[in-house]
């Protein structure tokens, strides 16, 4: 038999699987979205938002299709938060956290503290009056935000390009080489159940300017200043194209003890040259355990900050484009024979003896916990057989109260898959999480897979 019809094959018994154990053809099929391909992978996948794009119906119709996290573009920017000294305006950036909340997207908070879209009111202003004003605002805009946001840029675009390694000059910088730190320890106290991000460009491979990041994130662990994750801007074209050693990076930094994320990720070009370069990113974050996620800066090419370069998933109209479709392949998605549903029992004898479904499945947690809360991921790994679906028994202690939770749906102590992740291939994992008031103590979750 040639391969294609072998495929086929695998595909028509595990449909009849399927059908014999009534389980929802969803659950089967390779994942068909960015998000919940990325999901079954334990990843997320995002992108931009510009807030005033949301009344149109098709870019919020991919958006919501496909996307499962969310960086307001300019929305949560210090110009766009604090147009005046102390009073706040959170309009457009509420507007993007409650369409993401309503359409289960987490959110990346983009960015507390950054040289520039400053208001000109910040921008006059040196020295302490400053310092303050950056620690002020850090507060008011984590606190207002506090329990929705998945990760902060905390600070954003620190580092000067070039050779040199070192800090790049702004009116934050001449506050003091500390104005970093302090911004990491405001927003660590504003909202500790936020991973705080420090994000950058030019620094997606081993050059001077990642050093200089690196040698500051190796500074903070070892000092305890609060630091969980580094973003990679990633915006690639022929003049900065994808390094050849991006994974090694990011993989150095994880090595840290931070997670890492690509946070504004587009690549100008076209076609399977496009298409090539972001399967190799896509690629690269999921040969890094600790890169969580993949964010790109925007839906349609049009939407771009460079347009002209025809950077992103969709063209103009809305269609895929064929990155759109190397990006599903990498993440493990796409049509159904391309990666056929994992289940021992394809091949078993006929359908009076029902197949065996599962090989079970573990689940481990993870908890960040601060003063009165808590954040816990619940990572769920299939066992040899795979799942189709599965089920974590998880007590909580008394005290704890979940104020929210995301790829999974809850029944008292029970958080089952959602549609896009229950597939799980074998000993391949996906991820869930909530968070809470309270204390978490030990959590021991157990896991039932079918
Ligand atoms: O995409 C953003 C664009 O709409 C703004 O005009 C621009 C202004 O600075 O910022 C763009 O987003 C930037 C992001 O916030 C930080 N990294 C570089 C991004 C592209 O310039």
Known sequence: MDKKRKLAAAGAGALAVAVALGIASTADAAASTLGAAAAEQGRYFGTAVAAYKLSDSVYSGILDREFNMVTPENEMKWDATEPSQGSFSYGSADQIVSHAQSHNQRIRGHALAWHSQQPGWAQNLSGTALRNAMVNHVTQVATHYKGKIYAWDVVNEAFADGGGGGRRDSNLQRTGNDWIEVAFRTARAADPGAKLCYNDYNT?????????????????????????CVGFQSHFNSASPVPSDYQANLQRFANLGVDVQITELDIEGSGSTQAENFRKVTQACLNVSRCTGITVWGIRDSDSWRASGTPLLFDGNGNKKAAYTSTLAALGGGSPTSNPPVSSSSSAPPSSQPPIPSGGCTATVSVNQWQGGFVATVRVTAGANGTNAWAVTLPLPSGATVTNSWNTSRSGNTWSNVSYNGRITAGQYTEFGFQATGTAGTLSPTCAAS
Do not use: L
Not at 208 to 221: E, H, I, L, P, T
């Open 204 to 228: 997606d491979g081993q050059n001077a300017k990642s050093n200089a990041v690196y040698a500051m994130v190796q500074d903070f662990k070892s000092r305890g200043v609060p630091i969980d």
